[in-house]
């Protein structure tokens, strides 16, 4: 998992003009300014145009800002890449991706259109195709601009025909395979959108639910959800507090060269000194969001 925060990525349309001005005022981490789903075929070229030009313009502050294009295989996919890439956002994400050559093919893409090799490429990961292909596809994303594997569970849904229940048990097995493909491939990895906006505690719950398998964080659809997201996604003050005692701990002279030490009683590993320094990591790095 990187450093920089990905708690909360909220999905903007690309045809609103005042959406995109009001993501300027919102305590996303990830901005996901959308060209795709929720732009209608006859408004695509205006969107592209209105959300190149908003990204141009800036005033996005810290927030990572990353704009949703059309598949490539669509008649808009690469004139999206090639507008957007034009303006520098910090990267694009891209739909419906199942091989190893369609990431091939989208870092191809971003070069011709001018993106810097920091910028960074997110893929959808929405279809049984996708998932069968998890580890060709991460293989490939190690000599591109590949750092974001984001769930599309809604499409993957409609494929499958699997229910979405509140526990979500039917995507059980998905979600760990993506997680575990981003892990090998030292990628961060997003949990999908929750539909029902107005149920605030079932949003919370799938939050947490979606942190205990590994997620680093979850797409969103409305602005409300924002600061849960945040708060479930961020380490706790104890979790925080131990990690530095750990990292002090293996700091003293005393443990110089030792795999196993105590730390408060308990026994603790080389292993989880790395768990502490990711978590100091990703604790500061929000700390630098909110100034």
């Given at each position: 998992?990187?450093?920089?925060?990905?708690?909360?990525?909220?999905?903007?349309?690309?045809?609103?003009?005042?959406?995109?001005?009001?993501?300027?005022?919102?305590?996303?981490?990830?901005?996901?300014?959308?060209?795709?789903d929720?732009?209608?075929?006859?408004?695509?070229?205006?969107?592209?145009?209105?959300?190149?030009?908003?990204?141009?313009?800036?005033?996005?502050?810290?927030?990572?800002v990353?704009?949703?294009?059309?598949?490539?295989?669509t008649?808009?996919?690469?004139?999206d890449?090639?507008?957007?890439?034009?303006?520098?956002?910090?990267?694009?994400?891209?739909?419906?991706?199942e091989?190893?050559?369609?990431?091939?093919?989208?870092?191809?893409?971003?070069?011709?259109?001018?993106?810097?090799?920091?910028?960074?490429?997110?893929?959808?990961?929405?279809?049984?195709?996708?998932?069968?292909?998890?580890?060709?596809?991460?293989?490939?994303?190690?000599g591109?601009r590949?750092?974001?594997?984001?769930?599309g569970?809604?499409?993957?849904?409609?494929?499958?025909?699997?229910?979405?229940?509140?526990?979500?048990?039917?995507?059980?097995?998905?979600?760990?395979?993506?997680v575990?493909?981003?892990?090998?491939?030292?990628?961060t990895?997003i949990?999908?959108?929750?539909?029902?906006?107005?149920?605030?505690?079932?949003?919370?719950?799938?939050?947490?639910?979606?942190?205990?398998?590994?997620?680093?964080?979850?797409?969103?659809?409305?602005?409300?959800?924002?600061?849960?997201?945040?708060?479930?996604?961020?380490?706790?003050?104890?979790?925080?507090?131990?990690?530095?005692?750990?990292?002090?701990?293996?700091?003293?002279?005393?443990?110089?060269?030792?795999?196993?030490?105590?730390?408060?009683?308990?026994?603790?590993?080389?292993?989880?000194?790395?768990?502490?320094?990711?978590?100091?990591?990703?604790?500061?790095?929000?700390?630098?969001?909110?100034?």
């Amino acid at each position: 998992m990187t450093a920089r925060p990905r708690r909360s990525c909220l999905y903007m349309p690309g045809a609103n003009a005042k959406a995109l001005e009001k993501a300027k005022t919102l305590a996303a981490d990830v901005l996901l300014l959308d060209l795709e789903d929720s732009v209608a075929p006859e408004a695509k070229e205006s969107a592209r145009e209105q959300v190149a030009s908003a990204v141009k313009t800036g005033g996005y502050g810290k927030r990572e800002v990353i704009v949703r294009v059309n598949a490539l295989s669509t008649p808009w996919g690469r004139e999206d890449i090639a507008a957007i890439g034009a303006v520098y956002p910090d990267g694009i994400l891209a739909p419906k991706v199942e091989t190893a050559a369609q990431v091939d093919e989208l870092n191809r893409a971003m070069t011709d259109a001018g993106f810097s090799d920091e910028a960074s490429l997110w893929i959808m990961i929405e279809t049984p195709q996708a998932i069968f292909n998890l580890p060709q596809i991460v293989a490939a994303g190690r000599g591109t601009r590949l750092q974001v594997l984001v769930m599309g569970l809604n499409d993957l849904a409609k494929e499958t025909r699997m229910r979405a229940t509140s526990e979500r048990a039917a995507f059980h097995a998905p979600m760990s395979m993506t997680v575990m493909a981003a892990r090998m491939a030292g990628l961060t990895v997003i949990d999908g959108v929750y539909n029902d906006i107005a149920d605030a505690a079932g949003f919370e719950a799938e939050c947490r639910q979606g942190l205990e398998f590994g997620f680093d964080g979850k797409t969103l659809i409305h602005p409300s959800q924002v600061d849960t997201c945040n708060e479930v996604f961020a380490p706790t003050d104890e979790e925080v507090t131990r990690a530095r005692a750990v990292i002090e701990a293996f700091a003293l002279p005393e443990s110089a060269g030792k795999g196993v030490i105590k730390v408060d009683g308990k026994m603790t590993e080389l292993l989880h000194l790395e768990q502490a320094k990711q978590i100091v990591a990703v604790a500061e790095a929000i700390e630098s969001l909110k100034a």
